[in-house]
């Protein structure tokens, strides 16, 4: 079973409009939860993190954790085609465990 | 404020041959972490250092290691490279294990 699992994509959302990404995970101990972008042939870079339940809002971009149902999203509003890019999710299982467990990513179009 | 630094950026080795690859940190960050990316599997955690010990190890074979100097530059090396060595390897900081983590902008490990 596969740790951390994303839809792949692409998703296709017109500028302007809210981008809705979503993660599930399996192990309920996971401690802290990550949404990277990465633009191709770039590395990722760090947009929001997550620790406890509920909605953190930075600008643009709102993470929400629901460790009940074991799901992380990423919301993007007025979405703009420089957001267009893969976002990776990503989640620390154990303290002291394997690092950062990645999702595959969901590659994101935002259609002028 | 510097980022991660990862030298070198591009690096094409033989089969058999090794290879060392060098990290310098976000300045006052103490933990190092590798991970491997390549199209097919995704980003997957190799090690972790902190305060110049090894914490945590992923699912690779012994040919990689590395190493954590006291100033928490870091160094990967693998041993008797194999085609399927070639990826993309990126160095993470974080101020603490188990924080949030910063990539490099990696090294492209080609093997022929």
């Known amino acids: ?112 | 404020k510097a980022g991660v630094t990862q030298t070198p950026r591009y690096l094409i080795k033989t089969r058999g041959q090794q290879v060392t690859l060098s990290c310098s940190p976000i300045s006052g960050h103490r933990s190092v972490s590798w991970y491997q990316q390549t199209p097919g599997q995704g980003l997957q955690f190799l090690f972790e250092y902190f305060s110049e010990t090894q914490r945590n190890k992923g699912n690779f074979p012994g040919r990689f290691s590395g190493r954590q100097f006291s100033n928490s530059r870091s160094e990967m090396n693998v041993s008797t490279l194999e085609l399927g060595d070639s990826a993309l390897y990126l160095c993470a900081s974080s101020l603490q294990q188990n924080t949030e983590a910063f990539f490099g902008q990696g090294t492209r490990l080609t093997v022929v």
Not at chain 1, 28 to 57: A, H, V
Request: proline share 4%.
């Open chain 1, 1 to 112: 079973q596969k740790e951390v699992e994303q839809n792949s994509g692409p998703l296709s959302v017109p500028e302007g409009a809210i981008a809705s990404l979503n993660c599930t995970y399996s192990d309920r101990g996971s401690q802290s939860f990550f949404w990277y972008r990465q633009y191709s042939g770039k590395s990722p870079e760090l947009i929001m993190f997550i620790y406890s339940n509920g909605d953190k809002e930075d600008g643009r971009f709102t993470a929400q954790l629901n460790k009940a149902s074991q799901y992380v999203s990423l919301l993007i509003r007025d979405s703009q085609p420089s957001d267009s890019a893969t976002y990776l999710c990503a989640v620390i299982v154990r303290r002291g465990a394997d690092g950062l467990t990645f999702g595959k990513g969901t590659h994101l179009i935002i259609q002028p």
